[in-house]
């Protein structure tokens, strides 16, 4: 992505997960932040979220509005509506640039659509 390009995002890191690992986006939110990263996660977000076409919004955040997603897969994850939203935003970005965009980390083997056996996660 070019320096003009990253002009028009919002956040270096969007996480995308289900509710029930919340726990674990909410650490992994504070602690990019606590190191200066700009981070959409929900919470941080709420005034922000009111009132709009979450929707829409969304796959303009997963899709354009961030330098990396991280994405909590688990079979919760597997499950929900709004993270398979998410996480088809995200994909078309990571194709759209043909690069290291979707950042999945695994919270356990359940196998998630789209996301290759070949694709790399942190031990």
């Known amino acids: ?35 200066g990263v700009s981070v959409f996660y929900d919470e941080y977000e709420r005034s922000s979220l009111w009132g709009r076409d979450l929707y829409t919004y969304l796959v303009d955040i997963y899709q354009n509005r961030a330098c990396f997603c991280v994405a909590f897969l688990s079979k919760h994850y597997a499950k929900k509506l709004w993270s398979s939203h998410e996480r088809k935003a995200a994909q078309a970005r990571a194709f759209q640039d043909q690069g290291e965009y979707l950042l999945p980390i695994r919270l356990d083997s359940t196998e998630i659509p789209g996301m290759l056996p070949t694709t790399g996660y942190p031990a």
């Open 1 to 35: 992505m070019s320096s003009d390009s990253r002009k028009n995002l919002f956040y270096d890191v969007a996480i995308s997960f289900a509710g029930e690992d919340r726990r674990q986006a909410r650490s992994l939110a504070d602690e990019l932040v606590r190191r």
